[in-house]
């Protein structure tokens, strides 16, 4: 929550704000069997995958821990997460911001 007073600090770097579209050169079957496996990983629970459409569905999942921000030099604090917040100053602390957010 941003209150009275709070400055919020932009972030430094641009993020991608649409679905990730990517090509890799493996054959499909070892392609799906990593996707998957990165599903998993992350903890997200897979209700249904169709290999034909190329799709894959999740229960609904919570996000909250895959938050990161960056720091001064406008790196990511943990590269590894999905989604990067900007931050906020009030006179007293320094804190992540939930209320922008960005896809990493």
Not at 65 to 75: A, F, P
Request: hydrophobic fraction near 35%; aromatic fraction near 10%.
């Amino acid at each position: 929550m941003i209150g009275c007073g709070n400055k919020v600090i932009p972030l430094k770097s641009k993020y991608q704000d649409r679905p990730y579209e990517f090509t890799v050169a493996d054959n499909r079957e070892l392609a799906w069997n990593k996707l998957i496996d990165l599903f998993s990983a992350k903890g997200l629970t897979i209700k249904k995958i169709d290999k034909n459409d190329g799709l894959i569905t999740t229960d609904i999942t919570s996000f909250l821990r895959s938050y990161t921000s960056e720091n001064k030099d406008g790196s990511l604090i943990n590269p590894d997460e999905f989604v990067v917040c900007s931050k906020f100053r009030d006179p007293l602390t320094l804190a992540t911001s939930f209320t922008r957010s960005h896809l990493s």
